[in-house]
């Protein structure tokens, strides 16, 4: 194994590197303070002022690879991105997990870059036009639907949300919940994950449609605060449809495709979420180690008390034990496709939130009264990391797929069989 990186890879890494600390990181208090003032859900100038600066200096739509679009659907060049591999995209994900709205910089946050990814592979060259192209220029955002309350949604299986045809357009009916990205005055439309056939095979039923955010009958109930938090003006909202009307030509690959189309979204998107997770713990450590130098107490550093040094090298440790588990899963996703490392992706979507939760409960211990404040971030940081245990798909559901994956290696379903034959007796 050859651990070094490439030429490109570190140049792609520091070119975000240096865009963050340059650029970035120096206008957090503009950031807070634009985010303070006025209306919650509006768009801020920070944001738009830094993703022309990212624009014009060609740091932008990273996540997008060239060829990524399937034989069926027109895969045109226009719509390519610079072409990084999952590799080299995880190590700027990284970078840009230390501060936390670095993504939209670069027009790579989430959910425009799972949906940029859909529409780029599943859709059409309308559709492509229509929404894909906005999207890829910054001037809009898109939301996902596909969670509901009435549901365990752990199974999308489950899902209740009606896609039914009448003549020339789909009438969607259901409420979604969760729906992130749907409070920004700039998202136009969302990706709608409902059943169009509630008789055919259990992973036929589901299809995805497009759905513009304005269109009649599509209503935000509430936002829903993480701890406390509303994330405006991103936002997660509970929408309810109510006899939706779209046209028929907004149905993404065809009816019953709906699972074949969330495989090749969220593979992907999850690599993602766990690098920036990587970055989010280092940014942590750093914050615990830099107060632990700076406090005194009992007479000493804080550094200086063995309980903290050793919270310090197991932080370190397991950054670095996740860190090449994550692109372990994304060199095996470029080398071999999504489907073979679906063990390494369901480890590490695993295993990085619960290591950066440590590392920031840690620090959070560190900073004594502060650290629950919001004066050093970490208590954001939690919130934002803790619902990444439930994000893409709950811990014991991929803890599940990496169990089967196991048995699977021992003779699995025939051995469990067996052993339910043999207690039967």
Known sequence: MDFDLTERQTYWRDRVRDFIETHVRPRNPDYYAQQSEGDRWKVLPVIEEEKKRAKAAGIWNLFMPPGSGRPHVDDSFEFEGPGLTNLEYALCAEEMGRVGWASEVFNCSAPDTGNMEVFHRYGTREQKEQWLRPLMNGEIRSAFLMTEPAVASSDA????????????????????????????????????????????????????????????????????????????PHGHMEIELKDVRVPVENMLLGEGRGFEIAQGRLGPGRIHHCMRTIGVAEEALEKMCKRLLSRVAFGKAIAEHSVWEQRVAEARIDIELNRLLCLKAADMMDKAGNKAAQGEIAMIKVSAPRMALRIIDDAIQAFGGAGVSDDPGLAKMYAGIRTLRLADGPDEVHNRAIARLEFGKYGGREAIAAAKATAAR
């Open 157 to 232: 299986t489950n899902i209740e949300t009606r896609i039914e045809r009448d003549g020339d357009h789909y009438v969607l009916n259901g409420r979604k919940w969760w729906s992130s990205g749907a409070g920004d005055p700039r998202c136009k439309v969302a990706i709608v994950m409902g059943k169009s056939d509630f008789e055919a095979q259990r992973h036929a039923q589901q299809s995805m449609i497009l759905m513009p955010l304005d269109a009649p009958g599509v209503t935000i109930l509430r936002h829903l605060n993480v701890f406390g938090y509303d994330d405006a």
